[in-house]
C-alpha cells in the first residue's frame, strides 16, 4: 500500500521546519519541503525509531546557537536524540536517507550550496558509520518529503513532477 501524507486515525504529523530535526517513534509521519537544502532521515528498523532533519548549510563553522541548520552539527544531535528516545546505542543500526540539494538559485555563491550540502553531508554520515542506502539529490527543483516511522519509506513529492516513494 502506498504511503501517502495525510495521517491515518493513529498517526500524527510533525513539521520539520529549516534548520531544525525531529525525532518520533511510530507511529507517526514527519514532513519537510526542501530546495537547496538537504533533508537526511534516519531509522531504525527494528525499534521503528525515526529522525529528520532539515540542514541549511554545510558548516557551523563553530556557532553553537542553531545547531539543526549545519550539516556537522545536525547529524551528531539527530543521532544523539535518537539514541535518548531509545534509552541506547542506535548507530550501528541506522541507514540513512538522503534528499534535495537542488540548484534552486541562478549565479552567485549560491548556485553551489546545494552541491556543498551533499557532499558535507555524504561525508559525515560516512564518519559516523551510517549507511546511506537511498538518494534523491540534485535538480533545479524543490521536493516535499513525508517519511513513515512506521515502514521506513519515505514518500516524494515533486511539484508538477512524480511522485515515488524511496
Avoid at 539527530?78 to 539514541?83: G, K, P, Q, Y
Wanted: aromatic share 4%.
Amino acid at each position: 500500500m502506498p504511503l501517502t501524507d495525510k495521517p491515518g486515525a493513529s498517526e500524527e504529523m510533525i513539521s520539520v521546519l529549516i534548520g531544525r530535526w525531529a525525532v518520533a517513534s511510530a507511529p507517526k509521519l514527519m514532513r519537510t519541503l526542501l530546495g537547496s537544502c538537504v533533508g537526511v532521515v534516519l531509522y531504525d528498523r527494528l525499534g521503528k525509531i525515526g529522525g529528520m532533519a532539515h540542514i541549511v548549510l554545510p558548516s557551523s563553522r563553530g556557532s553553537t546557537d542553531q545547531p539543526g541548520k549545519y550539516a556537522d552539527t545536525a547529524i551528531p544531535g539527530l543521532i544523539e536524540e535518537m539514541e535518548r528516545t531509545a534509552g541506547r546505542k542506535l548507530r550501528t543500526r541506522l541507514s540513512a536517507k538522503i534528499f534535495g540539494g537542488a540548484s534552486m538559485f541562478q549565479g552567485g555563491a549560491s548556485i553551489d550550496i546545494g552541491r556543498s550540502n551533499q557532499t558535507a553531508v555524504e561525508q559525515i554520515l560516512a564518519d559516523l558509520g551510517v549507511a546511506v542506502i537511498a538518494r534523491d539529490m540534485g535538480g533545479e527543483t524543490g521536493r516535499r518529503l513525508t517519511f513513515s516511522t512506521v515502514t521506513g519509506i519515505v514518500a516524494v513529492r515533486i511539484p508538477g513532477g512524480a511522485d515515488y516513494e524511496l
